[in-house]
């Protein structure tokens, strides 16, 4: 303190007022002093840069600060041994198979898409953020399941452009699957901000990396049936109207579905829509109705079912996740190749909207008794107004047009679905109790 004192003592307050002291000795006092001083200064602020570069560097791959981003590791990507583990992953084992980039391969859809891709010899990619908008560790059990089947995903995020541009560079890709979203409809009330992020800005940051790409890959996304919104005609056709969301997720598939349409009719690229009605099953999604109500009716906790107004049903067209991975194959299969190249549209390309659903509509009341017979369990029940949160009362697909055009047939009802759902489910977390005990 004494130290400190002198040294900021022998800086002059104001010019003139500093008198110096002529004594020699005080004299070398005062610069040895001063020396001290100076050294003491220098190394804490050689110091502080040290410490400030150790742990406040950015990662390797920045991404812009978004409040709206809910919490994402830090990624590490690149290297040799990186690239070589990128191509090994997307290398195709079967004669004419395709080498695809799923996105979003850690969840839900992405899994069994890219387990089933992998099956048949295709070379399969998967990026993913591992975001924790639900439990992250089940995303690594899903990811140690792909792991295992020789897939390799990527940690990074779809709006990292310098990340897509190195896959591209990377590996060919003759098609991308892209499924990394922000899902979820009643979620949009919390936090809009993700929607936006990874429902439009990523959406882009793709189609740019795509249109960029040389070949041009045919690419396949998930859209959804919440794009019918308050549509009142049943079943949901192709060609109904979709210009009135309930939700704001709705409108981000449904602004996915145009921004879609402008890659398609600016640069050649072949795009396919594919509108997914309430999927279902083994390493689904918890954030989702029949997944929770399963937790909940085996915690002896209350659940609410939503009812329109005068008791009116609330249903859902729920399908199977098997059949949405047929369907999801057979639209990869038939797409046809991207026309431009060098960022030009060479000529017309390929543009396709299908629902992928099951046609029968289940009231959620009816979801809830197959469960209870499922878990032989009595939920109890909480029946309340269907909430103004995003919901709406109904949804039912037509598929005549992915019947006809993809041979998409789906085959697994309600029941026979919520059986394999409910037996996955009983086995994945009675592991991971074992586990944790
Ligand atoms: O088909 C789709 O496009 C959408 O399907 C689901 O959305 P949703 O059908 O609302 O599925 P859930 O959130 O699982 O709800 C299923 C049903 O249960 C009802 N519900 C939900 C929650 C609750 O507490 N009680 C309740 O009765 C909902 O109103 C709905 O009728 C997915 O969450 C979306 O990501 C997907 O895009």
New binding site residues.
């Given amino acids: 303190m004494l130290k400190h004192m002198s040294y900021l003592d022998n800086i002059p307050s104001a010019p003139g007022k500093f008198k110096m002291d002529k004594s020699p000795y005080v004299h070398n006092k005062l610069r040895w002093h001063s020396s001290l001083m100076k050294l003491t200064f220098w190394s804490f602020i050689f110091l502080a840069l040290i410490f400030i570069f150790f742990y406040r560097s950015p990662s390797p791959n920045p991404l812009p600060q978004d409040p709206s981003r809910r919490s994402l590791g830090t990624y590490n990507w690149g290297g040799p041994a990186w690239e070589k583990r990128v191509r090994s992953s997307a290398r195709i084992r079967s004669h004419d198979g395709i080498s695809v980039l799923v996105t979003g391969a850690a969840g839900f859809v992405g899994t069994h898409v890219s387990t089933a891709l992998k099956r048949r010899g295709d070379g399969v990619l998967g990026l993913d953020n591992f975001n924790d908008y639900y439990d992250p560790s089940l995303k690594r059990a899903r990811q140690a399941l792909l792991d295992r089947s020789g897939v390799f995903i990527v940690e990074g995020d779809i709006n990292d452009s310098t990340l897509l541009s190195k896959l591209f560079e990377v590996v060919a890709f003759t098609h991308v699957m892209h499924l990394a979203a922000q899902?979820?409809?009643?979620y949009a009330l919390e936090n809009p901000g993700s929607y936006v992020h990874s429902n439009i800005a990523g959406l882009v940051s793709l189609l740019e990396a795509c249109k960029s790409a040389n070949p041009q890959p045919a690419i396949v996304w998930a859209s959804?049936?919440?794009v019918y919104g308050l549509n009142s005609k049943v079943p949901f056709s192709e060609k109904d109207r979709t210009d009135q969301p309930a939700s704001l997720?709705a409108a981000t598939?449904k602004a996915g579905e145009e921004i879609a349409h402008t890659y398609n009719h600016i640069y050649g690229l072949s795009l396919t829509a594919l509108?997914?009605?309430?999927?279902y099953g083994p390493w689904g999604?918890p954030?989702?109705?029949?997944?929770?109500f399963t937790r909940d009716i085996l915690k002896g906790k209350t659940?609410?079912?939503?009812e329109a107004a005068n008791h009116g049903t609330?249903?859902?067209d729920f399908t199977y996740i098997d059949d949405i991975v047929k369907g999801c194959l057979a639209a990869l299969d038939t797409a046809e190749k991207s026309t431009g190249s060098g960022g030009k549209k060479k000529g017309p390309a390929q543009f396709r909207i299908y629902n992928l659903g099951n046609t029968s509509p289940v009231p959620?009341s009816d979801?809830v008794s197959i469960l209870e017979r499922l878990l032989k369990v009595n939920a109890k029940r909480k029946v309340i107004k269907?909430p103004q949160n995003g919901?709406v009362r109904f949804?039912h697909a037509n598929i005549s047009l992915a019947q006809r055009e993809l041979g998409y047939k789906p085959s697994t009802d309600l029941q026979t679905g919520l059986k394999k759902f409910v037996r996955w489910y009983l086995s994945y977390y009675s592991g991971e109790k074992k586990a944790a005990g």
């Fill in positions: 899902a979820g409809v009643r959804s049936s919440s997720y598939k509108r997914f009605f309430t999927v999604r954030d989702m109705a029949y997944f929770f659940i609410s079912i939503f609330v249903a859902r959620v979801l269907l919901d949804t």
